[in-house]
């Protein structure tokens, strides 16, 4: 049986338009006590504690990954398209508008293909993300979000036998990239 610890109290230590950061008290089974347990937890959730999204876009066969500068590592990163929700929005409409916005692609909410969700960082992060397969068939004709919007990349598309590839052997690459992209394998019309 996994050893349990108590929790005797958090302390908000600073907050920024979408977290709240806390330091949690807690006493360990041996009756440790450590007073600043850092946890990080989305200011907007649903019911389910989902915070955010991740979108693994297909077009004629293909998936998409963008290559993301990301300033933490110095380097680019493969990663999905994805976001935060907005208050009392659902993660389908999430996922539908932050696919549209990052690489103008379009995917009614309706026609999603969920892929489960996952804990970010269960270490760290107190929410949840939703993971979601977008078969697309068209193009937006105007423009995506400016390019300055964090997160943003290059587009690329790769076949299924590719994908599994830079699942396989990257370094630099999300984490619920990497899960989306085994379970969108896992389908069984999407193994070739």
Not at 56 to 65: M, N
Not at 74 to 89: A, H, T, V, Y
Not at 140 to 155: S, W
Request: hydrophobic share 40%; aromatic share 8%.
């Amino acid at each position: 049986m996994t050893a349990v610890y108590r929790s005797l109290g958090r302390k908000l230590i600073c907050s920024n338009s979408r977290f709240d950061v806390y330091f949690d008290a807690l006493e360990l089974p041996n009756g440790e006590f450590l007073p600043d347990f850092l946890t990080v937890r989305p200011r907007v959730q649903d019911a389910q504690g989902i915070a955010g999204v991740f979108v693994l876009p297909e077009v004629e066969g293909k998936v998409g990954l963008m290559r993301s500068y990301r300033h933490q590592f110095s380097r680019e990163i493969w990663q999905l398209p994805g976001g935060f929700l907005e208050p009392g929005e659902p993660a389908q409409a999430a996922a539908s508008r932050e696919l549209t916005e990052e690489t103008g692609l379009i995917c009614s909410p309706d026609a999603l293909i969920s892929l489960g969700s996952v804990c970010p960082d269960a270490g760290l992060v107190e929410a949840r993300v939703a993971l979601f397969l977008a078969p697309c068939g068209k193009h937006f004709t105007g423009p995506a979000v400016a390019e300055e919007e964090i997160g943003k990349g290059r587009l690329e598309f790769f076949s299924p036998v590719a994908l599994k590839e830079i699942l396989n052997h990257a370094d630099d690459i999300g984490g619920a990239t990497l899960i989306a992209g085994y379970r969108y394998l896992s389908l069984p019309a999407r193994k070739s």
